[in-house]
């Protein structure tokens, strides 16, 4: 039989669709066992039920970091930009403009935006601490001074930050008041920490106000939280919820421990917000992994479905916040003593999803 040009060219275009017919099969059936490589936004998924999302500093948002975040995330809050230390330098100068950027950003983008930290022992800065002449500041003088930040600072994102960590890590369990034995302690007492909570009220009276700490899953850090707490309530300060920085591991804490101090703030009547989520690929300090890096990710993806699932099951849990966008920028990563290949967050360095996304996701409220 002779080949007409017609028939060739019907044949050609007959296999052509075959083919793209059966790649297109092909690659459908992989989108099911393997999601693609552009997901759909957290932010979207949790909305109405929990906020979403990353601490940031102002040189991410300018790169990749900053459109993954705008995808993915509905809320932020500064890494550092906002701690007194950084925030307020001197006691005569503000460098807002950090902050200001992070602000801007967010609110372009109609995104959340938490307030992190009004008071940190870490992040105090020395002048806090000295008075005019030169000799120790006087207890007076520091309130003063704390007030003056407070009011200053909030003031200033009244309005835009509709969250503070008013306290950073105030608590500490081998203490028989339970409160770290800080400067701010010595020179001021617990008083310090009643005296934030009211001058940041008086300086923005409809911003959430968090205490926020480390650890909170642990029995006797818990315990110390809620006796804390229960001092400030009965005192009338006003406090709306607990920040449980959550920086966790793939191999602790247990998710009842979590599930146990949850529960334990939400009987206060507290709003229980998750603040700095991060989990590692290591034990505490111990950096020789057990099993493969491909078994870890895996494992971290079904470790943060179910923290995932047990922060939906807990009515009281408004906001999940992890610390940072991508693997690209952790600060389990920053530091001579650490191997700086962590992997903690969602997305990988080059911002693709890991099975810790996907896992997290599929918790969604339907
Ligand atoms: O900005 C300076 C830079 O100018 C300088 O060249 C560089 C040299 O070391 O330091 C830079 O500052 C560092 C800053 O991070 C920004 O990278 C500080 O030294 C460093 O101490 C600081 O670390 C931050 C740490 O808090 C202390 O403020 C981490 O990024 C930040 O992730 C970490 O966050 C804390 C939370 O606030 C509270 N909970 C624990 C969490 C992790 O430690």
Redesign the pocket.
Known sequence: MRYSVDAGARHYYAIFFFCVFAIGRVSHADETQHPPAVAESLADAFRGRLKIGA?V?PAQLTEADGSLLVRQFNSVVA??AM?P??IHPREDTYNFAPADTIVDFAQRHHMAIRG??LL?H??TPDWFWIGKDGQPASRELVLERLRQHINTVVGRYKGKVYAW?VV??VIDASQQNCLRNDKWMQVVGPEYISAAFRDAHAADPFARLFI?D?STHEPAKRDCLVRVIKGLLADGVPIQGVGH?M?ISIYWPSVSSIDSSLTAFAQLGLENQI??LDMSLYQHKDYRPATSLQQRLTFQGQRYGAVMALFLAHREVTAVTW??VADDH???N?GNDVPGDDQPLLFDRSQQPKPAYWETLRGRPL
């Open positions: 601490a500093e890494e550092n701690k230390a950084d992190h930290t940190w870490k992040r960590d950073n890590e926020n480390y920085q920086h603040t700095e610390w940072g952790t600060w389990l920053v």
